[in-house]
Antibody
Framework: EVQLVESGGGLVQPGRSLRLSCAAS????????MHWVRQAPGKKLEWVSS????????AYADSVKGRFTVSRDNAKNSLYLQMNSLRAEDTALYYC??????????????WGQGTLVTVSS | QSVLTQPPSVSAAPGQKVTISCSGS????????VSWYQHLPGTVPNLLIY???KRPSGIPDRFSGSKSGTSATLAITGLQTGDEADYYC???????????FGGGTKVTVL
């Protein structure tokens, strides 16, 4: 059974940093691209970032480019999102998702339950 | 950054059919596969359609996807109250080098 479990969310002050993690199991992790997708309260889904199976291809939404860094450790079956210079508008539920393909193609077939990030003073 | 355009809402009576459009460009839908997601309140998003028209196992054939040029469509037939949710299209965009999600469409069963 495929499982994706996010962690690392919490309350953080504007301008500070937070690192999200996603522990994957039930599939061959290094065969697939991975994504971070978020949903702010009352808002729509927003794609944040993706990383290919080998970490050779990474991509970011304009809203987080230069502040967030996605990475993965295939030996640990884990995905990460380092979030720096956090802003109030980054407040959201952050989902980790598995792509259908080794390189991100937008087809996310499994999603974690999400971890909540709240940016507030 | 959402350049995939969906109608904000659609509605129909139980048993009827609804279609949701997703309009893009040659940078995204025109040259890449489209996927569709169902997001019920308080739950995790669920992949309904991938590669324009393929259904993952477990997704009923009431849900179907199609693509023509730079637009895609999700059709839901035999509408049920349990289908009330937000629906999103998504595709890779080669100009922006990002995954684009549409703005989402709320389906209401009257």
């Amino acid at each position: 059974e495929v499982q994706l479990v996010e962690s690392g969310g919490g309350l953080v002050q504007p301008g500070r940093s937070l690192r999200l993690s996603c522990a994957a199991s039930g599939f061959t992790f290094d065969d697939y691209a991975m994504h971070w997708v978020r949903q702010a309260p009352g808002k729509k889904l927003e794609w944040v970032s993706s990383i290919s199976w080998s970490s050779g291809n990474v991509a970011y939404a304009d809203s987080v480019k230069g502040r967030f860094t996605v990475s993965r450790d295939n030996a640990k079956n884990s995905l990460y999102l380092q979030m720096n210079s956090l802003r109030a508008e980054d407040t959201a539920l952050y989902y980790c998702g598995k792509d259908l393909e080794p390189i991100a193609a937008g087809g996310i077939d499994y999603w974690g339950q999400g971890t909540l990030v709240t940016v507030s003073s | 950054q959402s350049v995939l355009t969906q109608p904000p809402s659609v509605s129909a009576a139980p048993g009827q059919k609804v279609t949701i459009s997703c309009s893009g460009s040659s940078s995204n839908i025109g040259n890449y596969f489209v996927s569709w997601y169902q997001h019920l309140p308080g739950t995790v998003p669920n992949l309904l359609i991938y590669d324009n028209n393929k259904r993952p196992s477990g997704i009923p054939d009431r849900f179907s996807g199609s693509k023509s040029g730079t637009s895609a469509t999700l059709a839901i037939t035999g509408l049920q109250t349990g289908d009330e949710a937000d629906y999103y299209c998504a595709a890779w965009d080669r100009s922006l080098s990002v995954v684009l999600f549409g703005g989402g469409t709320k389906v209401t069963v009257l």
